[in-house]
């Protein structure tokens, strides 16, 4: 990744966490192995920004020394040369779970796909939390937004937040009971 990067002319200065699940920065689960920020350490020393309560799980999770992160709170804002990228804090799948809203666009990682959200039946998930990121803390992201999920469980791989809003089964509950219902425990 690193050579790729740099074959372009630039270069890594950070990585940007959404959650501290494997599949997102590496570690070991079940006894597989996914290489992620602790390789990447080892050849270039870069910080990783996280929300400031998902520390301690990156770190359990991966083996990374919280030294080496950059801990943010809720509408921190990156610059990247002269892009913004505003960090946006959305518990629920994790409790220090986030997206990036960048230019219009927003990578949500696991919280919000296309046709649903990240599991709230984990280790630090919380229903109820995933509720209110859906129907508060994602509220103000406007209807043109692009959405990048963190995983493609659908046929596009991104798409208007108001298609999103309009189709995804997720976000159609209008009050915690039905949410609830549907996606507690």
């Known amino acids: 990744l690193v050579g790729m990067v740099e074959s372009d002319g ?23 192995a996914v290489a992620g920020i602790a390789e990447l350490l080892g050849i270039i020393d870069v910080p990783i920004h996280v ?7 990156v770190e359990r999770c991966t083996g990374v020394n919280a030294s080496h992160m950059s801990a943010h709170a809720s509408a921190d804002k990156l610059m990247v ?16 779970s986030q997206c990036f809203l960048v230019d219009g666009k927003l990578v949500s990682g696991d919280t919000l796909f296309l ?40 046929p596009d791989s991104s798409a208007p937040m108001a298609e999103v809003r309009k189709y995804n089964y997720a976000m159609a509950p209008t009050t915690a009971e039905q949410w609830l219902a549907m996606f507690s425990r």
């Not at 950070?14 to 070991?28: C, K, P, Q």
């Not at 990228?85 to 629920?92: A, D, Q, R, W």
């Not at 990240?118 to 280790?123: A, E, F, M, Q, S």
């Open 81 to 96: 040369g002269a892009i913004e990228i505003e960090l946006i804090h959305t518990p629920g799948h994790t409790p220090g």
């Open 10 to 32: 630039l270069k890594v200065n950070g990585v940007l966490a959404t959650h501290y699940h494997f599949d997102h920065v590496g570690g070991e689960m079940s006894g597989h």
């Open 51 to 57: 929300q400031s309560e998902e520390v301690p799980w």
């Open 115 to 154: 046709e649903g959200c990240g599991r709230t039946d984990l280790p630090g998930s919380d229903p109820e939390e995933m509720y209110r990121t859906l129907q508060q803390r994602l509220l103000r992201i406007s209807d043109d937004t692009v959405i990048y999920p963190g995983h493609l469980y659908s």
